[in-house]
């Protein structure tokens, strides 16, 4: 924890769960990914955290932004991005959408498919589009799915299509899967990318971006690999498939560049078990699934916790959240331990909680208020 969210947290006297959010971590994590891959741009992607004070800092560092709907790009030239640093990276848009994000001055697109690309040839004229390939996100902790991309072969006529409809067939786009901690899971997707570069100029278009995604790691419970680790075995890549000729590349990362500035202060509702000597004890937090904890589903996300406490001897706990839901249980197949001392009103902290926590909170699920953002 940074010493400024410790102070923070000493003089907070609001009641109920909230995440902090350090802004100097932010910037060093921003200042990281520049010196990885210096000739790469980065483009925060907005989902993670589109908190105004966030995307203040991050615009004011020179930062560009990818964004998936309209009030994304909003939110973005807010905090200061022009609209030349903003890209439209959803694959899935509506046609009046992509007219309002034009007529904001955006011209960088996504697409994964044909009826995309008529889309934005319809409201968005010589716009530049790029088609997003189909990853299979091994080695992620959050890994996506079929939802975005099509298959490299199929990308060649997708671009093809857009180029005689107008538009810049400007590059190729993947996403090797969120938290991504194997740091040659780019090599495969850009030796595709290259593949496609090489058939569109069989085809007399000239490609000129890879975008390199998002997937860049938080550290929860393990240590992760470095920012430069990434940019070291990023550019190796590049270099291995695309020789001298190395495109124009550009950067996505979410998690990585807002994960570890955030924490989330929770207070212990209720300790209990299921039966008379039962050795796991339930605890319940004030937070959940629905108050911003959703990536625990499946357990696929598992935070770092802190007590006040530490140090005790500890045992093994269901952690569940407050709601009336029965899914709202967050680590129940693999218990976590905590201090057999811990008591009821004791506050917890969970680590590395500044990406996708705020925006995942319901409204008022059980007339719980959306969790409470504090950036400072
Ligand atoms: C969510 C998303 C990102 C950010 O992914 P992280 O794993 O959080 O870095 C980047 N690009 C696109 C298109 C995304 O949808």
Known sequence: ??????????????????????????????????????????????????????????????????????????????????????????????????????????????????????????????????????????????????????????????????????????????????????????????????????????????????????????KYLQDVPSAKAYGEAIFDALRKHFGNAIPETIMEPGRGMVGNAGMIETEVVLISRKAEGEAVRWVYLDIGKFGGLAETMDEAIRYPLRTPRDGDDTAPCVLAGPTCDSADVLYEKTPVDLPVSLSIGDKILIEACGAYTTTYSAVAFNGFPPLKSYVI
């Open 1 to 218: 924890m940074t010493d400024r969210i410790r102070e923070f947290l000493k003089t907070r006297r609001e009641d109920g769960p909230c995440v902090v959010v350090d802004l100097d971590v932010v910037r060093a994590n921003y200042a990281a990914f520049s010196r990885a891959l210096p000739d790469t741009r980065v483009f925060y992607a907005v989902k993670a955290n589109p908190d105004a004070a966030v995307l203040k800092a991050l615009a004011d560092m020179g930062s560009c932004f990818d964004t998936a709907s309209v009030v994304e790009i909003e939110l973005a030239l807010a905090a200061g991005a022009s609209a030349e640093r903003i890209s439209f990276g959803n694959t899935i848009k509506k046609e009046r959408d992509i007219e309002r994000a034009y007529k904001m001055g955006v011209r960088l697109f996504a697409v994964d498919c044909y009826e995309e690309v008529e889309k934005i040839a319809r409201v968005a004229p010589r716009a530049k589009v790029f088609c997003r390939i189909l990853c299979d996100g091994a080695g992620a902790e959050w890994p996506l799915s079929r939802k975005f991309g099509c298959e490299p072969e199929m990308a060649v006529d997708v671009l093809e299509h857009a180029h005689r409809l107008g538009l810049q067939a400007y590059g190729v786009s993947f996403h090797v899967g969120s938290q991504q901690k194997n740091v040659n899971a780019w090599d495969q997707a850009l030796s595709s990318a290259a593949g496609i570069f090489a058939e569109c100029a069989e085809r007399g278009i000239s490609l000129s971006m890879v975008n390199l995604g998002g997937g860049f790691p938080t």
